[in-house]
């Protein structure tokens, strides 16, 4: 089995906060909103539909999971949940905390605008946020 | 158990092409990409993590299903699946085929531009190649 490797550019537009039993959990280096990404730690897949049916299940277990902990650690008025891809192609899913007054509500936050670094203590901040609310 | 309604604007900006065992699998009237709807058949639920366990496992084996007969049935690039409702609260997952060429690669499609509607006929063949796609 061929070994599962980041992609580069995920690599640097987000730090891993947690390995679940699947995915690399991943926050977004963008202070704009609560921004996570899970990746699932297999080589060579680009859609849902090419990862096994087992991976597929637990891949929502993860996504479901780290959904409802974002929101709770949030209070975000409405989760979004997205399997794009279209420039890094591989699989990757969105899980991001939206509410009313954020910079492009109610538009979606994919290619919108610049990202805008976390500060270094806002960044261990938020991370704690979400950790915390997986307990 | 409070009867499920389609939420109005679902029902205006999308036509249903088949239900399956949760969702209301539905085609949206906008010919700019093919694009698909799947709406869990289920009364006041508007994130992924409101359905039950086992809805959720059958929300995710819906969009595999679907993403995989779009792919089959566009030859797209690339299938977006996401799960967004900022504004219509109703859980509904967008399967959505993508090639290179189209009005918005490879940005988001959600809030861009105006919807196109499709000619009477080529929303009947539209609908009809994503049938077959299913056998």
């Given amino acids: 089995m061929q070994p599962f490797v980041l992609d580069a550019r995920l690599a640097q537009d987000s730090v891993s906060i947690m390995k679940l039993g699947l995915c690399d959990l991943r926050l977004a280096k963008d202070s704009r909103w609560p921004w996570l990404i899970l990746v699932p730690?297999?080589?060579?897949?680009?859609?849902?539909?090419?990862?096994?049916?087992?991976?597929?299940?637990?891949?929502?277990?993860e996504q479901v999971t780290v959904g409802a902990a974002l929101k709770k650690a949030t209070g975000a008025e409405k989760i979004?949940?997205?399997?794009?891809g279209n420039i890094v192609r591989q699989l990757h899913v969105h899980v991001v905390a939206r509410v009313e007054n954020d910079p492009n509500w109610p538009g979606p936050i994919w290619g919108f605008g610049q990202s805008v670094p976390y500060e270094e203590e806002a960044l261990a901040a938020m991370k704690n946020r979400i950790l915390e609310a997986f307990q």
Same sequence: chains 1, 2.
Avoid at 41 to 46: F, Y
Avoid at 80 to 84: D, G, L, P, R, S
Wanted: glycine share 0%; hydrophobic share 55%; no cysteine.
């Fill in 41 to 61: 730690q297999r080589a060579n897949v680009s859609e849902v539909f090419d990862l096994t049916p087992l991976d597929q299940a637990m891949l929502t277990f």
């Fill in 80 to 84: 979004n949940i997205a399997a794009i």
